[in-house]
């Protein structure tokens, strides 16, 4: 048996040992419910500050990150703004450059083209005057020259009787020589005098197509440049036998010989069918048959070398002129292609700097849309911080004790 005194009234009693214990257990489990529900507070209200805390720093500090991280890209976006419109401004400025040197350019290139085109056509106009004239001259020269064939006409008719008894004629005049020494004689006598500068020899070198070759080959020259060149066939009458030719028979191999040694004028010294009315006329042209070919009777020789190198001294001046057209026309040709090559050439350094450009701003394009990823993550993990701060003010006792029985009985108790 154990006395209990009241702590109101001072009344002693006794009580046995079951119920003493029983008071003692109850003012334990007060006690111990008295302190569990402080504990409980306490630790709840410590759980909210620190999680408070927690949530109001992380949020704080994230806060700063993306005000930072907003900064920094507004700070790279106004950089990336100026470099594109600083980069905008000066490639507009080059291409308006550019543009106004070409045009400038082009413009300085048609106005030379316009130029020398205007001095060519002046020079064309003079040449196309000084041609007409230089006609007017050859018709004069072609005039005078036909009224001196009609006095060697008149001579060779005079003749005519001479050479149709040619057996006679060639006793008196071509004792002892051949119908080709005679020619040969002939040029010797006027060669230092009216060809100083030509050159007139016997055709040794036999083709290596036809086998034949000409008797004599007549060049001559003008300043170094040959202007006329004559392939001459001699035939004699007396020099065949038994079979009489005519002159037809040897103008295909006289055409040969012309064309492979490269002469332009051919000419057969013929004494071959003397009763011939048409070969007796003096100079026959037989172009109608080969080209540039003559047949002449040996009194025409000389005449017909004169005749053919004089004609060919007017054409120089001509050709030399033609020559010079022909270079300037080239010289043009060549601008016109300096001026093409440096269109190419700078197109080419345009689409160079344009690519560059393109290439920058493409490489600008990928590092806005990093950080627009950059900043889309950012604020991904805002979000995922608004998740956190949700889940904690979500938190309960019952959420907390729901797998817990002790804790969840204690709490139980309390309530």
Do not use: W
């Amino acid at each position: 048996m154990k006395t209990i005194k009241c702590p109101k009234c001072g009344e002693q009693f006794t009580i046995d040992e079951s119920g003493y214990n029983e008071i003692v257990n109850q003012v334990k489990d007060e006690v111990f419910k008295q302190e569990l529900q402080e504990q409980a507070n306490a630790l709840k209200e410590k759980f909210a500050s620190e999680i408070k805390l927690a949530v109001n720093e992380a949020v704080a500090q994230k806060e700063k990150e993306i005000q930072s991280l907003k900064l920094q890209n507004e700070s790279l976006n106004n950089s990336m703004e100026e470099k594109i419109e600083l980069s905008n401004a000066k490639y507009k400025e080059e291409i308006a450059r550019l543009n106004g040197d070409l045009k400038a350019k082009d413009a300085s290139v048609k106005s030379q083209v316009e130029e020398a085109v205007q001095a060519k056509e002046k020079e064309i106009l003079k040449l196309s005057n000084e041609l007409s004239m230089k006609d007017k001259e050859n018709l004069l020269s072609i005039s005078n020259l036909k009224q001196q064939h009609a006095s060697d006409m008149k001579l060779m008719e005079e003749q005519v009787a001479y050479y149709k008894d040619l057996k006679t004629k060639l006793s008196t005049k071509l004792v002892g020589e051949t119908l080709e020494q005679h020619c040969l004689n002939l040029f010797n006598q006027l060669r230092t005098t009216a060809f100083p500068n030509a050159y007139f020899d016997k055709d040794n070198e036999v083709s290596k197509e036809s086998g034949s070759k000409g008797d004599f080959i007549f060049k001559d020259f003008a300043d170094g440049q040959e202007y006329i060149s004559i392939m001459f066939e001699m035939k004699n009458e007396n020099d065949t036998t038994a079979t009489k030719h005519k002159n037809e028979d040897f103008f295909k191999e006289l055409d040969k010989d012309r064309n492979e040694k490269g002469c332009e004028y051919a000419v057969l010294v013929s004494m071959l069918e003397p009763d011939s009315e048409f070969y007796n006329a003096g100079i026959v042209d037989v172009s109608f048959k080969y080209p540039k070919m003559y047949v002449i009777r040996p009194q025409c020789f000389i005449s017909m070398i004169t005749l053919l190198a004089n004609a060919a001294k007017n054409s120089i001046n001509y050709q030399k002129q033609l020559v010079e057209v022909k270079n300037q026309n080239i010289d043009i040709t060549h601008f016109e292609d300096d001026l093409n090559e440096f269109k190419a050439n700078f197109s080419r350094n345009v689409e160079i700097a344009k690519g560059k450009f393109d290439k920058s701003i493409e490489e600008i394009d990928k590092t806005i849309e990093h950080l627009q990823k950059v900043k889309d993550a950012l604020l991904g993990s805002g979000n995922q911080l608004r998740i956190a701060n949700d889940k904690v003010q979500d938190i309960t006792i019952k959420k907390l004790t729901k797998n817990n029985p002790t804790m969840k009985e204690k709490f139980d108790n309390l309530k």
